[in-house]
């Protein structure tokens, strides 16, 4: 049975970072990777394979094997494939290394050095080997660890009869950095009872509720007047952009929250004085607070139009996605059950609201409730994204150790 190690450094170097261009996938080279997952589930003795061509989904059945007299759910397990574009996922270099505690020079230049200093949570990983990067790159572990896992899961299983499980279905989707996850995803093809997404962070990490989302476009349109003649007839788009910033609540920003705190980030801003764009995402894990946030920030937008003339500023504000939790908790049997196979693993099971979204969240008010599992990484979108060896490893055991719980 191949490593779950072997399978993950072989993921990684597969570019499959997406875009933001509203294609579905919205990157061809996602394929590669789906091609190659498509073809190693056959290998292993999955069922019912099947490769999306059009869509860039891949698909997977293991079928029960209940001894007489009991039985269960389907099960779904999901991971995505796709790699944040914040940094290029483009010859990724991964190399391991036992993480004593002392910073780790990922490039060997200075440049780019991992360090409890910069990040104190990481002394939980100290004695463990972590692969990192060259730090020319993302590692891809979100979510490639998520593939990997699932992938040895489903190995193990397969070459483990004695093992007794339910049906299982197995999901990789494209996009879901971007939110198009499960835009185009097939039910009638992954259709469990629930699912678990592999998608978390450290060993021990287990969510069910998640930020409702919003991604937000701000559009201003100045006046350009050369600058020698310009008082009291220039509009400045890019100073109205600044102007608009400033309205919003200054502890409202990501850097400045934590916990269920929502926030409003400025995300990318572009224009010259004739006209200016910003995108932003707009976050809360409280409905209310969502609504309140939306509309404060079309009320900062209406405020310029006051000051400065009907026009002079446009919002568009789009829904990404919503918190499941008021989904899952009529059915927190699905969290118990991962919860006591942490426990009977002697793993310490640490739940807490996600601070974004996953496939889970958007597949869960399509009516599979879908909470999420951790991968043993760390650091995700940026050159410092690790991956802990023993805690993939021990992440497989877990998945296994859920498929069993199921069973009644």
């Known amino acids: 049975m191949e490593d779950v190690l072997d399978r993950f450094l072989r993921y990684v170097k597969i570019d499959t970072q997406s875009e933001e261009n509203g294609n579905h996938p919205s990157t061809e080279k996602q394929f590669d990777l789906a091609r190659l997952l498509t073809e190693e589930l056959k290998a292993i003795g999955v069922s019912d394979v099947t490769l999306d061509e059009e869509f860039c989904y891949v698909y997977g059945v293991i079928p029960a094997n209940l001894p007489a007299g009991k039985s269960a759910p389907g099960v779904g397990f999901m991971a995505h494939m796709d790699t944040s574009s914040a940094v290029s996922g483009a010859g990724v270099k991964p190399r391991i290394v036992p993480f004593t505690g002392e910073d780790i020079d990922l490039g060997g230049d200075g440049k780019y050095i991992l360090s409890l200093r910069e990040f104190p949570f990481m002394k939980a990983f100290i004695g463990e080997d972590l692969v990192v990067t060259d730090g020319s790159t993302l590692l891809g572990a979100d979510d490639k660890a998520g593939v990997a896992e699932i992938m040895a899961m489903a190995e193990y299983l397969l070459t483990h009869p004695e093992v007794p499980h339910g049906r299982l279905c197995i999901c990789f989707t494209p996009d879901e950095e971007v939110g198009g996850g499960t835009a185009r995803i097939d039910l009638g093809r992954f259709d469990p ?216």
């Open 193 to 408: 009872d629930f699912a678990y997404t592999v998608d978390g962070g450290p060993l021990g990490g287990m969510e069910y509720e998640n930020f409702n989302a919003a991604s937000a476009r701000l559009i201003l349109h100045g006046r350009s007047i050369h600058p020698g003649s310009a008082k009291n007839t220039m509009r400045n788009a890019l100073l109205m952009a600044m102007e608009f910033q400033s309205l919003l609540p200054p502890a409202e920003a990501p850097m400045y929250t934590e916990g269920y705190e929502g926030f409003y980030h400025l995300c990318d801003l572009h224009g010259d004085v004739e006209k200016a764009e910003a995108d932003y995402i707009i976050r809360d894990h409280d409905k209310e607070k969502f609504l309140a946030k939306k509309a404060f920030f079309a009320d900062c937008g209406e405020f310029l139009n006051r000051k400065y003339g009907p026009g002079a500023c446009e919002t568009v504000i789009r829904d990404s996605y919503y918190n499941m939790k008021e989904l899952i908790l009529p059915r927190m049997e699905i969290v118990d059950k991962a919860r006591e196979a942490m426990e009977e693993l002697g793993i310490q099971p640490h739940v807490s609201p996600i601070r974004g979204g996953t496939d889970g969240a958007m597949l869960t008010h399509m009516g599979i409730p879908c909470p999420n599992l951790c991968t043993g990484g760390g650091n995700c979108h940026g050159r410092f994204e690790f991956a802990s060896v023993p805690q993939m490893r021990k992440i497989v055991e877990l998945l296994v150790k859920i498929a069993e719980k199921h069973v009644k």
